[in-house]
Structure formats: structure tokens, C-alpha cells
């Protein structure tokens, strides 16, 4: 289709575990964001990239978490020695470079994480 | 930085109802505001903006919203609502400046009622 697209839909795993989860944003938009909403609250940013380069990463958590994007489409964010606090919805969006100040972003449909 | 605070986690009214969701917003710097909502099971989708010129913003399914800069608010109402408007709402902000990232609040339930 022609909208963002995460996989997988669903991860469960075991406390300690690593954890990859994919982010494929609409073709042509360079600017690619990763959120985490967590029960009951808002998506809390993690990081974005404009293009191949992580543009602003102040939102990741810890060392624990990182995110490519090798050739400025498909990212990848990553989870080492998971823990069960790391479980939430990881939601990926992606914006057109005209889009990117103005806030107009296009969300996947997220990433359900679950460790057990 | 940027915060947003939604008063109401959960909204419960009857269908053709007025509503009001309630959004406030802190800034140390000017700000362009949104409102996005989320569908059961759906992704998250822009529902209607605040950028600049009217202070008042409509989206194409009749919500409107109203930039107030001295009460720092930006609330979202509906005339008449529908059971198809029964999902989670939730206002963001960013700053004018820079690729500043998009900061929600923590949203607010809106269940329309028969």
C-alpha cells in the first residue's frame, strides 16, 4: 500500500532478549520519525532522521536503543537486553521534505511490544 | 521545549451532542499546533492544524479548533457528534524553529454514546 509500514504488528519476547522492529515510510519522504506510546499515554519521540543521518536522537531512553536507516528509506530501530518497562507501541511516521516543519506526519500503524 | 496537558482522559457523550476536548499548551518559543486522532485498530492520522493567519481551523468531518495564545490553548469541539467519532484524540505541538519533533499529550477517549 501506499502508507507507512511497520513490522511486526506484534513482538513478544523474553526480558533480556533483542528485538528488531522495521519501518518502511512512504516512498518519497526523507524525514522518518520513531515514537514509543506506552498504556495510556501519548507517543513520546525517540528519534528522527532526514535522510541516512539521525537527525535529532535526544529522545531515546538509553544505550539499549538504536535506530539506522542505511540508505535513507527502510529503518530499523533496535532493542538490546530487553526489559519488561521496554514494552509499548513503537509507532513510526514519516513526512514529505515540504511537510517536515509544518508537523503533517503519516503514521504506521505501530509495533506492539510485549516482554515477558 | 514544548508540553502539551489534556485535561480529560476520557470523554463520554451522546450521540448528537456537543463536545469539547480540552487542550493547553507551554512554550518558550512560537508554536504550530495539531490535533491528531486515532481510530480503533488505525494508525494515527492529522485531523486538523494550526500554523498561522485564522485562529480558527475546521477539519473536513465538522470538528473545529481555536488558537487562543493568551489562555494557551488550542480545544477541539464538535457541534453534533457521531458514533464514528468514538476514538482517542490527541493534541501536539511543535516549535516554529528548527526540525523541532512533534510532542503529544496523552490523549483523550472520546466515546459517543447511542
Known amino acids: 500500500g501506499a502508507g507507512v509500514s511497520q513490522t511486526p504488528s506484534n513482538k513478544v519476547t523474553e526480558k533480556g532478549k533483542y528485538v528488531e522492529l522495521r519501518c518502511d515510510p512512504i516512498s518519497g519522504h526523507t524525514a522518518l520519525y520513531w515514537y514509543r506510546q506506552s498504556l495510556g499515554q501519548g507517543p513520546e519521540f525517540l528519534i528522527y532522521f532526514q535522510g541516512t543521518g539521525a537527525a535529532d536522537d535526544s529522545g531515546l531512553p538509553n544505550d539499549r536503543f538504536f535506530a539506522v536507516r542505511p540508505e535513507g528509506s527502510v529503518s530499523t530501530l533496535k532493542i538490546q537486553r530487553t526489559e519488561r518497562g521496554d514494552s509499548a507501541v513503537y509507532l513510526c511516521a514519516s513526512s514529505h521534505p515540504g511537510q517536515m516543519n509544518t508537523g503533517e506526519l503519516f503514521f504506521g500503524e505501530g509495533s506492539r511490544l510485549t516482554v515477558l | 521545549a514544548q508540553s502539551v496537558t489534556q485535561l480529560d482522559s476520557q470523554v463520554p457523550v451522546f450521540e448528537e451532542a456537543p463536545v469539547e476536548l480540552r487542550c493547553n499548551y507551554s512554550s518558550s518559543v512560537s508554536v504550530y499546533l495539531f490535533w491528531y486522532v486515532q481510530y480503533p485498530n488505525q494508525g494515527l492520522q492529522l485531523l486538523l492544524k494550526?500554523?498561522?493567519?485564522?485562529?480558527l481551523v475546521e477539519s473536513i468531518n465538522g470538528f473545529e479548533a481555536e488558537f487562543n495564545k493568551s489562555q494557551t490553548s488550542f480545544h477541539l469541539r464538535k457541534p453534533s457528534v457521531h458514533i464514528s467519532d468514538t476514538a482517542e484524540y490527541f493534541c501536539a505541538v511543535s516549535g516554529y524553529s528548527g526540525n523541532t519533533p512533534l510532542v503529544f499529550g496523552k490523549g483523550t477517549r472520546l466515546s459517543v454514546i447511542a
Open positions: 494550526y500554523l498561522s493567519g485564522s485562529t
